[in-house]
């Protein structure tokens, strides 16, 4: 069983920062390709970030491509998203999800239904 928990999120003025982290236990994670979700008020959960096993491969969404970084650290069993340029429409609960899969090298997923286990989510709020 996989466990992720997400941290960071808050209140923040638009053109500001945030950093999520989220922790992952179990033994899976390292092998494992991650995402990060959002989903805002009365809106469908979208797709955001994710990144591959190793690290080397990223994909983003347009809404957020250089804005937004994705990263890992496996040693810390830790995925990262840093949120720079925030906008008020960036508002939304974050959520981390895992694929079970091993070892995918272009994880191209960014349906709700193509990851396996999620967290609990993270609110972020950009004020404007």
């Known amino acids: 069983q996989v466990q992720l928990v997400e941290s960071g999120g808050g209140l923040v003025q638009a053109g500001g920062s945030l950093r999520l982290s989220c922790v992952a236990s179990g033994r899976t994670f390292s092998s494992s390709a991650m995402g990060w979700f959002r989903q805002a008020p009365g809106k469908e959960r979208e797709f955001v970030a994710t990144i591959s096993w190793s690290g080397a491969w990223i994909n983003y969404a347009d809404s957020v491509q250089g804005r937004f970084t994705i990263s890992r650290d496996n040693a810390k069993n830790t995925v990262y998203l840093q949120m720079n340029s925030l906008h008020p429409e960036d508002t939304a609960v974050y959520y981390c999800?895992?694929?079970?899969?091993?070892?995918?090298?272009?994880?191209?997923?960014?349906?709700?239904?193509?990851?396996?286990?999620w967290g609990q989510g993270t609110q972020v709020t950009v004020s404007s």
């Open positions: 999800a895992l694929v079970s899969r091993a070892f995918i090298t272009r994880p191209i997923m960014t349906r709700v239904d193509e990851y396996d286990y």
